[in-house]
DNA sequence: ACCTAAGGCGCG
DNA sequence: AAAGCGCGCCTTAGGT
């Protein structure tokens, strides 16, 4: 400890907050030099060991760790109990004396509590790596070395954080200086701007947007913002103002955009930060054609799907430039010319992330053969079907919303017969209490937030739900979720397996069952009507850096693409319930049928040729069917009469082991989904059994092990990498999640990547071919089209022989030796029992149309 | 009137 | 010896 900080700041005998019954040490103030002009805020006082970690850390970017003064959020360490956001508010107080009696210029907070001793905000991810201003000193927030030490797959994103800061302290300039920007704020200068696009080498574009999503009412483009190489080299960025209420073009901006339109759309290069949402937006609103050649947020995700791929992060850490922004709750009420140098600088950043990331592809030609055989392409198709969307059956959605409600209301009027009577408010005088008709219940749960008000009557799992259940009608709590934080015992669980039990105490919990079921079609019902847009289609947004291992996930727009209160639009195609009664309401429109073509059995056909499994290839090879094959052996069902209940079964066995699932799961997930009792005897031998079967399996599941031990990274056949830092952590429950990573990830990987190669082919050989046909959209092992009636026909062996042909050999160099089967299906909606096979309306030997 | 975390479940 | 993987959305609880 500085003493001369501990004469002026402690009190050992503070006893303000709880933490010191515990502490061996109270009030433990910070220890470094007076004259330091660099704090470091921690949690707790530090232990050597994280001091360590620390100085090693600061090291590496460039601070001398001797000169920084160290201190914590809370004075007083124990083991016994932790902190809460009152113990940090009440020692708060010591640290603030500290910073008077120091004086730092710069203060470093490691973790959610130095952030919030300090500034007396929360949320650590949303603070992390920016500068807050105070009365003579800045705060850096970032995570916490704990946290880094119990997790170092984040340790890279907390390096780029300590060098920002390092930076910042510093005052070292990057090398990217900040660009002049051209304002076209006249006609004049708009005619010039678009001689500059003629003939342009290459262009970052980004645009300002407000609105939900770009096809609702009152939506507009408020900005776009260019930096551009012109066709004499220079370098230029401007920005337009268009739909705010500042600019010049106000009631005319997308009569301004017409003007720039063929002159944009023409240049070669274009360059954009998840440019998918741009491109989709300037289409809608004019700018028909306009492409997307380098899109610097995918380069960001295929370079490292661990670190943060927004434009921000990626700008400061790339760049050590300053983190820049407009923090608004209205874009349409900040001044415009702050919104055109906020646009600006993001296109300019944009250009040097570019250049940086194109050589760092280059230098990796495997990841720059994905990006520009899949990412970008992908990434174009998918601008199309997001702008299309799917078309929804309007009719039929009303119409099974409104059986879904009364089916809700049907079961909850059942319910009726076991409700309770609600005590009456306070010196209520009730005759029928008195008479006894009513038996009322007394202990009727009261909201915590309410001041003590009766809870409402809710079916939805929630306090009033599970004081029916297990205190009211006394049904046995089979099972809690996991303990409180101050230790008391978790929430009686609700969940369907448990509900499914309680069914033998009482004729409740089936009622309850039945209710979730339509409660759920109802919720999804109420969101696609909510995103129905006045074509009768809904939009999704795909993300193409959604996920680690490269698979495409589904769902709204990130909020983060918007400014102030929004409710983006757009559901989740890849949940839909298989149930028909909810996915039978999509389909396509008048004239088109809904076409979906399935890879059978990707994933495990990519295993087997992973990992080379001669059984199962053998199975493949001679058009067998793995899931059936197992069901036979290992559920010890002959193989004449296995059922489809059986094959489900077997699936589930499948996946389970071959991704490294353990007896003890085994027996969890057989009986929950199924309701199989096996003893741990028997599940150890069909665990057993089942590598037995597939003998290759077990040497994978260790060559994937030793591989990532050794590099920290595994990779997909066509070269997709995923890096797993984490196998390198002290805790090894989180290094054999990492292991088990290694095996699933170069399956999902190359699986998913076929769908986004065969989608684009597909898109490709449409437009090749004049067919009339659309990319929907993937389910990961699924694409979906809309194709019109007189060209499926053409389409559907199109369709079925690029999948099952795909040019993996030429465009990554690899061999494919085992069979890759697709099943296709058409109809009006999707999953609709209607449905025709490919077989009924397309005969593949004749060629010709058979049916519909 | 907001925000976050956890539980639960839809899909592959 | 023990260990499925990958997502997004909705709801509630509990906090500011």
Not at 136 to 147: C, D
Not at 423 to 432: A, E, G, M, R, S
Not at 776 to 789: M, N, P, R, Y
Request: glycine content about 6%; aromatic content about 8%.
């Amino acid at each position: 400890m500085n003493r001369k900080v501990a004469m002026a700041v402690r009190d050992e005998s503070c006893s303000d907050c709880k933490m010191c019954q515990y502490a061996s040490v109270i009030c433990q103030t910070g220890n470094g030099p007076d004259n330091a002009t660099i704090m470091v805020v921690g949690k707790v006082p530090n232990s050597d060991k994280y001091q360590e970690l620390v100085d090693e850390a600061l090291g590496e970017v460039g601070i001398d760790s001797s000169l920084c003064f160290y201190t914590a959020a809370i004075k007083c360490r124990s083991w016994e109990t932790e902190p809460g956001k009152t113990d940090v508010k009440t020692c708060a107080k010591y640290l603030h004396a500290e910073i008077e009696l120091i004086k730092p210029k710069w203060i470093l907070a490691f973790g959610n509590e130095a952030l919030q001793a300090l500034t007396g905000n929360s949320g650590i991810m949303k603070y992390r790596g920016r500068v807050i201003e105070r009365e003579g000193y800045s705060i850096i927030p970032t995570l916490s070395p704990a946290s880094i030490q119990r997790n170092p797959g984040q340790r890279q994103g907390w390096l780029a954080d300590l060098r920002f800061f390092a930076a910042q302290v510093y005052d070292r300039t990057s090398t990217v200086s900040k660009p002049k920007v051209a304002v076209i704020d006249t006609a004049d200068q708009l005619k010039r701007l678009n001689q500059r696009l003629k003939g342009a080498k290459l262009l970052s574009y980004d645009i300002e947007t407000f609105g939900d999503a770009e096809y609702v009412q009152g939506a507009r483009i408020v900005s776009l913002a260019g930096t551009l190489i012109d066709k004499d080299d220079r370098l230029f960025t401007f920005a337009l103002p268009l739909g705010h209420p500042g600019s010049p073009f106000r009631t005319s901006w997308r009569k301004a955009l017409k003007v720039i339109q063929k002159n944009m759309e023409a240049i070669p290069k274009l360059i954009a930060h998840n440019g998918k949402f741009d491109a989709r937006w300037l289409r809608y609103h004019g700018m028909s054609n306009i492409g997307l050649t380098f899109d610097t947020m995918l380069a960001a995700h295929l370079l490292d799907e661990n670190r943060q791929k927004g434009l921000k992060p990626q700008g400061t850490s790339r760049l050590g430039v300053e983190p820049w922004g407009i923090d608004t709750k209205n874009l349409l009420l900040t001044p415009i010319n702050e919104v055109l140098k906020y646009n600006a600088l993001d296109t300019y950043y944009t250009y040097h992330i570019y250049l940086q990331m194109r050589q760092e592809l280059i230098d990796q030609p495997k990841l720059l053969r994905i990006f520009q055989n899949i990412t970008m392409p992908s990434c174009r198709v998918l601008i199309k079907s997001e702008a299309d969307g799917v078309w929804v059956d309007r009719e039929r959605l009303a119409t099974n919303t409104k059986i879904a409600f009364e089916m809700v209301a049907e079961q909850e009027r059942k319910l009726d017969k076991w409700m309770p009577v609600p005590p009456h408010p306070d010196n209520h005088h009730c005759i029928l209490c008195k008479s006894g008709e009513h038996i009322v219940a007394e202990d009727w749960p009261r909201m915590a937030k309410g001041r003590g008000k009766h809870a409402d009557i809710n079916f939805n799992p929630s306090t009033w739900s599970r004081w029916w259940l297990f205190d009211h009608l006394q049904l046995p709590v089979l099972e809690r979720g996991k303990d409180k934080e101050d230790g008391s015992d978790g929430l009686p669980s609700m969940k369907e397996a448990v509900m499914m039990e309680l069914k033998q105490f009482h004729e409740v919990p089936a009622v309850m069952l039945e209710r979730t079921r339509w409660k759920m079609m109802c919720q999804y019902f109420t969101s696609y009507a909510d995103n129905l847009d006045d074509r009768d289609h809904i939009h999704t947004t795909f993300k193409l850096a959604g996920t680690v291992t490269g698979r495409l996930s589904s769902g709204k727009e990130d909020e983060e693409k918007f400014s102030g209160r929004v409710d983006p639009k757009g559901v989740n195609i890849q949940q839909v319930p298989r149930d028909p009664f909810v996915r039978g309401l999509f389909g396509a429109p008048e004239d088109y049928w809904f076409v979906e073509a399935d890879f059978s059995q990707i994933e495990l056909r990519v295993v087997a040729f992973i990992a080379r499994e001669r059984r199962m290839m053998h199975l493949y090879q001679t058009g067998q069917d793995i899931h059936l094959a197992t069901a036979s052996s290992v559920l010890g069902v002959p193989s004449n009469s296995v059922t489809k209940d059986d094959r489900k079964k077997a699936k589930a066995v499948n996946f389970g082991f071959v991704y490294g699932m353990g007896w003890n799961k085994f027996i969890l997930t057989a009986f929950e989904k199924y309701e199989m009792v096996f003893t741990e005897q028997e599940a150890r031998a069909v665990r057993k059994a089942y590598f037995e079967q597939f003998p290759d399996l077990l040497p994978w599941h260790a060559r994937q092990r030793r591989l990532v031990h050794r590099y920290k990274r595994v990779q997909s056949p066509i070269g997709r990498i995923r890096r797993l830092p984490d196998i390198d952590s002290p805790d090894k429950a989180v290094r054999g999640e990492a292991e088990r990573q290694a095996i699933n990830s170069p399956i999902q990987s190359f699986a998913s990547d076929m769908t986004q190669l065969s989608m684009v082919m597909i898109d490709k050989k449409f437009r090749e071919m004049g067919i009339d046909g659309n990319v929907i959209g993937t389910v990961h092992d699924a694409s979906l089209f809309q194709i019109k009636k007189k060209d499926v026909a053409q389409a559907l062996p199109l369709i079925k022989n690029t999948m099952e042909n795909l040019p993996l050999d030429r465009l990554f160099g690899v061999q494919i030796d085992l069979p890759i089967v697709v099943d296709i299906k058409v109809g009006k909606h999707w999953g609709d029992a209607t449905e025709l096979s490919a077989d009924q309306v397309y005969d593949w030997d004749e060629g010709i149309l058979t049916n519909g």
